[in-house]
């Protein structure tokens, strides 16, 4: 039984170690549910770059695309003047900017396929943030509902035969045996006086009987005497 009970201290207590020593599982929840919105702040950063620099190319395309149709408008205006030099510079200018037209328009191509990944990649990582709210909450609710049940458990362990509550258990048992040994004392008493009285009473009726017995010869020798006849002289 105490090796038992030794062991039984040991391993609570070993529990009740890892258990305060362990980190808290709030604050590690709540931590990496910080990280993911760290995350996805930064990303959403990168993805406003992102636009913003897909509008500033926008911006480029459309200016060399406007800058192309005023060379070809000024081309069109130095061939109605016969003066056909400015007009092949014209359109020399025109060309150069719609090849810039077509650069700018292929980077576009690429910057919409890049924003249109990161914008996907930041709503799944805000659908992964809710989740992690939600999957947070409930663990803290289950992990407070772990620790009450220890307190519960340990707090019953204290009623146990060993705690609080097996003190009354053994006052019980104390009083029991207290009363057991009044009740045989009473009748070991009450035995031991019956037996002296009917000595007494044995005692007085042989006294009596002996009285008797005396009364009774002296009475018959009386009677004796009585009964003989005179002798004569």
């Known amino acids: 039984m105490g090796l038992w009970k030794r062991l039984s201290r040991a391993v609570r207590a070993n529990i009740t170690s890892w258990v305060q020593n362990a980190e808290d599982p709030e604050r590690l929840l709540d931590q990496a549910v910080a ?34 149709q005023e060379y070809y408008n000024r081309a069109e205006l130095a061939l109605r003047q016969g003066d056909e030099s400015r007009a092949r510079d014209a359109l020399s ?8 037209v ?27 943030i809710m989740d992690a709210r939600t999957r947070r909450d409930m663990y803290i609710a289950r992990a407070r509902s772990a620790a009450a049940s220890q307190r519960l458990n340990e707090m019953m362990g204290q009623f146990g035969p060993e705690g609080s509550w097996g003190a009354f258990d053994r006052m019980e048992n104390k009083v029991l045996d207290l009363e057991a040994q ?39 020798a009386h009677l004796l005497k009585s009964s003989d006849p005179p002798q004569q002289s």
């Open 35 to 68: 990280d993911m919105q760290g995350d996805l702040m930064q990303l959403r950063q990168a993805v406003a770059q992102a636009i913003a620099t897909q509008k500033r190319t926008e911006r480029q395309c459309d200016q060399s695309r406007t800058l192309a």
């Open 93 to 100: 200018q025109r060309q150069a900017y719609l090849d810039t």
């Open 102 to 128: 077509a650069t700018l328009e292929g980077h576009l191509q690429q910057q919409a396929a890049v924003v249109g990944q990161m914008k996907e990649t930041m709503r799944a990582l805000e659908r992964k």
């Open 182 to 220: 009044a009740a045989a004392m009473a009748e070991l008493n009450n035995s031991v006086y019956s037996s002296s009285l009917e000595g007494r009473f044995a005692a007085l009726e042989g006294n009596d009987s002996s009285a008797v017995d005396t009364e009774l010869a002296t009475l018959k």
